[in-house]
């Protein structure tokens, strides 16, 4: 490798260049240790990053997961009392038309009574309520109220933990006006 001089030694010129050589590769292997030691900070540094976006996006999704089922939870609930509170109001509504019809036999009719007929019509149209001119929609069974559909009602009605008895009588001789009544009811003259 290298030559021998004179003075039966090895060349120094060619040992230093070699040592040279050798210094310079060792600063170069040194170079790319420490390059290799920055690449490997940096990939775990960038494998934590992937980590945690992993887990977030997981959080993400469980989240929007339960958001939406919440979601349809809340809307199938509103539904649900959407749906309960029009069956209670077409049921009121059936017995305010027998107290109605009732009030027809009695009194006379008059143009009040003619507004009445106008609100209980635009009332039939709002609640979907099947009725033709000179029929309402429900049959009375003795005390009990048939609703065509598919609700049925009785003239006692269960609401809260309340029983309420609607009362024919009172409906046919009220304390009240017929004015005061229909003033209650939002229908003036």
Known sequence: MFDIDSSGGYNISQVDVYCNDMQQKMQELETAKQEIQDLKRQLAVSQHSLLRYKQNNDNYQK??????????EIEQLTLTKYQMELKQLRAFHNKWLS????????????????KMEEFNSRMNTALNIDKTTNTTSYKRVGNDMLITGDNVQKSTETVGSQATQ????????????????LKDLGIDK
């Open 63 to 72: 989240s929007v997961l339960s958001a939406v089922g919440k979601a349809e």
């Open 99 to 114: 107290y109605y019809d009732k009030i027809i036999s009695v009194y006379p009719v008059d143009s009040v009574l003619k």
């Open 166 to 181: 609607l009362d024919y009588k009172e409906a046919l001789t009220p304390k009240q006006s017929l004015n005061d009544i």
